[in-house]
């Protein structure tokens, strides 16, 4: 800071440190940075469906080429903690919805858990049917 005069002075301001993991100390922070990462995992997912189509697009040499490098450890491994943040990202994000958006029915709001239900109703119909579709 510079005074009237033009000189610097030896003013500083306080800033105190902050940890980098200052996130962790609270559930809804904690909360918040792994919806927020989660999202990494749902661009994953995307990105391994593309490839699971563009395998079958080709050839049946090529999707078995897929299913053997899908196989491999690894593969597994971020499969699986990939859909435990999926299933995060989904029930917090089903649960800020209502949140996020005003619902009116004859100019009456409806509840939380009306919103919250038939999503989660919506989830398991969209689901039963892929599974239909794909055991079928």
């Known amino acids: ?28 922070y904690f909360l918040f940075v792994m919806r927020e990462l989660s999202s990494i995992f749902v661009a994953w997912f995307v990105v391994y469906l593309l490839l699971v189509v563009y395998a079958v697009g080709q050839s049946e040499a090529a999707y078995e080429r897929f299913l053997d490098w899908a196989a491999s450890p690894w593969v597994i491994a971020l499969n699986v903690v990939a859909l435990v943040f999926v299933l995060l990202h989904t029930v917090t994000w089903f649960a800020l919805t209502p949140q996020a958006m005003a619902v009116r029915v004859m100019g009456q709001k409806v509840p939380s858990f009306h919103i919250i239900a038939g999503q989660y109703t919506g989830l398991v119909v969209v689901s039963g049917f892929v599974l239909w579709l794909v055991t079928r």
């Open 1 to 28: 800071m510079t005074p009237s005069a033009g000189t610097p002075t030896d003013v500083r301001l306080y800033r105190p440190r902050i940890s980098t993991w200052w996130w962790t100390r609270k559930r809804t």
